[in-house]
C-alpha cells in the first residue's frame, strides 16, 4: 500500500532557529510530491508540487527539495507566523486525481 | 470571496441520524473531492467527481453518498450516523489532473462532524 511518512511528528523551535521536515514515500511510481501548509481550523493550502529528483523550490523561508525517496522543506530563520502544521502528499502513477497524504509536522516556532 | 465554500462548518448529531454536509467552489474548476480527516489527521480521499461523473470512490462505507448536482458543487450525504464517523470533512477542487502547473488541489476550511 503506498504510503506518506512524515517526521518529526511534532517541531519546536525558536524564532530564527532554522531546521528541515521529512516527507519519505512509497507511492508506486511516484508523479508527483505535494507540500501543503495547514493552520488550526482551516484546509491545507498549497505550497509546492515537486516533479523530479534534484528539483527545488522556494518561497519566503521554505524551500523544497527532492531525492529519489524523500522530500525536505527546509525552512530558514522562521517566524511565529510559520507556526503551522505542514502536510506533504504522493501522487502514484496510476491515478492523475488521488493525493496520498502524511500525517504531517506540527511545527511551533516561539518568539 | 471565499473559493471553496463548505456547509456546515460544525455539525453535532446523535448515532443513528442522517445528515448532509455541502460544498460549493467558484473558481471555475470541473473536478470536486471530499476528503476525511481522522483525529490522527491522516487526509483520505473518499470520492471525486469529474465534470458530475464519479472518478473516485475508495473503499467507503455505503452510508456514504456523495452527489454532485453541477460542477461547482458536490454534497455528502450520510445515513446512519456512527461514532466513528466523527472526524473532519474536507472538499477540494482542482482544474482536471493533478498533474502539474497550477493543476493542484484548493481545499474548503473543512465541516467538523461530531457523532454522540
Known amino acids: 500500500e503506498d504510503q506518506v511518512t512524515q517526521s518529526p511528528e511534532a517541531l519546536r523551535l525558536q524564532e530564527g532557529e532554522s531546521s528541515s521536515l521529512n516527507c519519505s514515500y512509497t507511492?508506486?511510481?511516484?508523479?508527483?510530491l505535494f507540500w501543503y501548509r495547514q493552520d488550526p481550523g482551516k484546509g491545507p493550502e498549497f505550497l509546492f508540487t515537486?516533479?523530479?529528483a534534484g528539483e527545488e523550490k522556494e518561497k519566503e523561508r521554505l524551500k523544497a527539495t527532492l531525492t529519489k525517496k524523500e522530500s525536505f522543506l527546509h525552512i530558514t530563520a522562521p517566524k511565529p507566523e510559520d507556526s503551522a502544521t505542514y502536510l506533504c502528499?504522493?501522487?502514484?502513477?496510476?491515478?492523475?486525481?488521488?493525493?496520498?497524504f502524511g500525517k504531517g509536522t506540527l511545527l511551533t516556532v516561539n518568539p | 470571496d471565499t473559493a471553496v465554500s463548505q456547509t456546515p462548518k460544525y455539525l453535532v448529531t446523535q448515532m443513528g441520524n442522517d445528515k448532509s454536509i455541502k460544498c460549493e467552489q467558484n473558481?471555475?474548476?470541473?473536478?470536486m473531492y471530499w476528503y476525511k480527516q481522522d483525529s490522527k489527521k491522516f487526509l483520505k480521499i473518499m470520492f471525486s467527481?469529474?465534470?458530475?461523473?464519479?472518478?473516485i470512490n475508495e473503499t467507503v462505507p455505503n452510508r456514504f453518498s456523495p452527489k454532485s448536482p453541477d460542477k461547482a458543487h458536490l454534497n455528502l450525504h450520510i445515513n446512519s450516523l456512527e461514532l466513528g464517523d466523527s472526524a473532519v470533512y474536507f472538499c477540494?477542487?482542482?482544474?482536471?489532473?493533478?498533474?502539474?502547473?497550477?493543476?493542484?488541489?484548493?481545499f474548503g476550511a473543512g465541516s467538523r462532524l461530531t457523532v454522540l
Open positions: 467527481y469529474n465534470n458530475k461523473e464519479l472518478i
Open positions: 507511492v508506486s511510481g511516484l508523479r508527483g
Open positions: 473558481l471555475g474548476h470541473d473536478t
Open positions: 515537486l516533479y523530479s
Open positions: 502528499a504522493g501522487r502514484e502513477a496510476a491515478s492523475n486525481y488521488k493525493l496520498t
Open positions: 477540494a477542487s482542482s482544474l482536471g489532473q493533478l498533474i502539474g502547473g497550477a493543476n493542484v488541489l484548493t
